[in-house]
């Protein structure tokens, strides 16, 4: 048999990258306290953080510290560009929009009217049976989503790693994922049953997900996870390990190798449902005919 390994360790674990310190801008009425908590969360403080939020919205440093104390206020583009700074969601933003236009408001009318559309926007952030679908298996739309990316699958894992479930922010830490990507992330697995939010934490929902052999999603879900591999490699960790090994073989090894390797992922399969879940990984085992 002539063969061909590489043979290397590869760094499977998660990056860490500065964050916007998550708060849940639901329990505020007013956008200067939101942002002065905020920005006070931040390292340093957030020094220098308000002549970064100015530079991004267009207007002067000193423009944005009148707005902060209450003597100026925000346009409405400046409001939706300050929420995307700010990495909200699409909820979030019409949240903190409306927030500018209550805090512009000349008359109670209608300081009245945008205080009744922003408690019914509160609501609905709360609101989990609007989030959480009861469906036993997910559909196939959902499955597009679900497999369209390795992201999701290593989310909704990273959520059993603690019974009570994670919060954002541990989420943020373990992930180099925009925040903006991962809320969004969050929000779909949320709504179609795969997580439960409680609490600010996110936990395993009862949902299952499970591609059967000739699913259209397989191939995208062993793309997704190898791909992932490819980006990894070129961090190297003792612990893990990647395998490559091209190779010339018998047609009767080849079988005998087919079994023992598929005896080997029962006791695999097995070890991984008995154990705690303390971290995620990946495994990927390719064993094809290279020729037609």
């Not at 801008?25 to 220098?48: C, H, S, T, W």
Request: charged content about 25%; proline content about 2%; hydrophobic content about 40%.
């Amino acid at each position: 048999m002539e063969c061909l390994p590489v043979i290397t360790s590869v760094m499977t674990g998660f990056f860490y990258r500065p964050m916007m310190f998550y708060m849940n801008i639901f329990m505020y009425d007013d956008i200067r306290v939101y942002l002065q908590e905020k920005i006070a969360k931040l390292p340093n403080r957030g020094r220098g953080e308000v002549g970064k939020i100015a530079k991004h919205i267009g207007v002067h440093s000193t423009y944005m510290s009148l707005v902060m104390n209450g003597s100026r206020h925000l346009s409405q583009e400046q409001a939706f560009d300050l929420a995307d700074y700010l990495q909200l969601t699409e909820m979030e933003t019409d949240y903190f929009c409306l927030l500018v236009q209550w805090d512009r408001a000349g008359t109670q009318n209608l300081k009245k009217h945008l205080k009744q559309k922003l408690s019914k926007l509160r609501e609905d952030s709360l609101n989990l049976s609007k989030r959480l679908k009861h469906d036993k298996k997910l559909s196939d739309q959902e499955k597009a989503v679900f497999y369209s990316s390795w992201i999701y699958s290593a989310v909704r894992l990273f959520a059993s790693t603690n019974d009570k479930g994670v919060s954002l922010e541990a989420l943020q830490e373990n992930f180099d994922i925009p925040r903006k990507k991962l809320i969004e992330v969050l929000e779909f697995l949320v709504s179609s049953g795969l997580l439960i939010l409680e609490k600010n934490l996110y936990r395993l929902g009862t949902q299952q997900t499970f591609l059967e052999k000739g699913s259209p999603f397989l191939s995208k879900h062993h793309a997704n996870w190898r791909i992932k591999a490819l980006q990894q490699s070129e961090n190297i960790s003792e612990d893990e390990l990647m395998f490559t090994s091209p190779f010339s073989i018998s047609e009767k090894d080849f079988l005998l190798l087919r079994e023992e390797l598929a005896e080997w992922l029962k006791k695999f399969s097995g070890i991984v449902r008995d154990s705690p879940a303390e971290e995620v990984a990946c495994l990927n085992i390719d064993f094809f005919r290279v020729q037609k």
